[in-house]
């Protein structure tokens, strides 16, 4: 079975690619990341790799295109409570929470899967209650 893999594109490369190498550090992570810079590229790739959802900077590409895409997050240089739309300047893993919510409400990644990177199940809950 292939991994699933995601996009991140922004065109300032030191910042989507410090956040690609905390992505890759993370062990449990169902998914494979694939970094561009340039728009061309991507569109290019997109045809070719099916993508479970994208991290998109804004003015990377045209607003139409980011739309049509709904597994698609923004990053916005404003901090701001709209749907899809992520502050740039927070910490990696608010970050990685937000992707993983993303893929797990599109459906094509069970939420299981990003526990161990692979299925697991709940055997039983303890509660000194």
């Not at 901090?79 to 919510?101: F, G, K, N, S």
């Not at 990644?109 to 509660?127: A, V």
Request: glycine share 4%; with cysteine; proline share 2%.
């Amino acid at each position: 079975m292939r991994k699933s893999r995601i996009a991140l594109c922004d065109w300032n490369a030191e910042y989507v690619f410090k956040l690609e190498e905390y992505l890759r550090s993370v062990e449990y992570l169902p998914f494979t990341v694939d970094v561009y810079t340039e728009y061309e590229r991507y569109a290019e790739c997109k045809d070719k790799y099916h993508y479970e959802g994208a991290v998109i900077a804004e003015g990377f590409c045209e607003e139409e295109l980011i739309r049509e895409d709904s597994n698609c997050l923004i990053l916005t240089e404003e901090r701001t409570q709209t749907d899809r739309h992520v502050y740039r300047y927070q910490p990696a893993d608010m970050i990685l929470q937000e992707i993983m919510e993303m893929i797990s409400a599109s459906g094509s990644i069970k939420e299981e899967s990003f526990k161990l990177g692979k299925g697991c199940c709940l055997i039983g809950m303890y509660s000194p209650v």
